[in-house]
């Protein structure tokens, strides 16, 4: 069974840089594509970045490209987000979670992931 667990979050000024890891402790999660989405007080849960089950494909939105980058290490049931020149407007609650069936593509929906984690926060200071 998948069990997501995020940590890393914290607070930064802004221009700083957090690194966000996501372990599955139930060591399953390297066949699947997973993602990270935000979520910022009295907004809808956002997509931040996804990577397929290899590595090979990811996807950003667009409010992150060129600033967040998306990683897996498979042998560690890891994926990671490392964040680079935070902004305020990136403060939000970071979550990941592992798509619905193994070996798909990246997909950008929420509803194509399941099995969210507790979430860690991010708080970026002006």
């Known amino acids: 069974q998948v069990r997501l667990v995020e940590s890393g979050g914290g607070l930064v000024q802004a221009g700083g840089s957090l690194g966000l890891s996501c372990l599955d402790s139930g060591g399953i999660i390297s066949r699947y594509a997973m993602a990270w989405f935000r979520q910022a007080p009295g907004k809808e849960r956002e997509f931040v970045a996804a990577?397929?089950?290899?590595?090979?494909?990811?996807s950003y939105g667009d409010s992150v490209k060129g600033r967040f980058t998306i990683s897996r290490d498979n042998a560690k049931n890891t994926v990671y987000l490392q964040m680079n020149s935070l902004e305020p407007e990136d403060t939000a609650v970071y979550y990941c979670?592992?798509?619905?069936?193994?070996?798909?593509?990246?997909?950008?929906?929420?509803?194509?992931?399941?099995?969210w984690g507790q979430g860690t926060q991010v708080t970026v200071s002006s």
């Open positions: 979670g592992r798509g619905r069936f193994m070996h798909s593509r990246v997909e950008v929906t929420e509803g194509d992931y399941t099995d």
């Open positions: 990577i397929n089950w290899t590595g090979g494909s990811t």
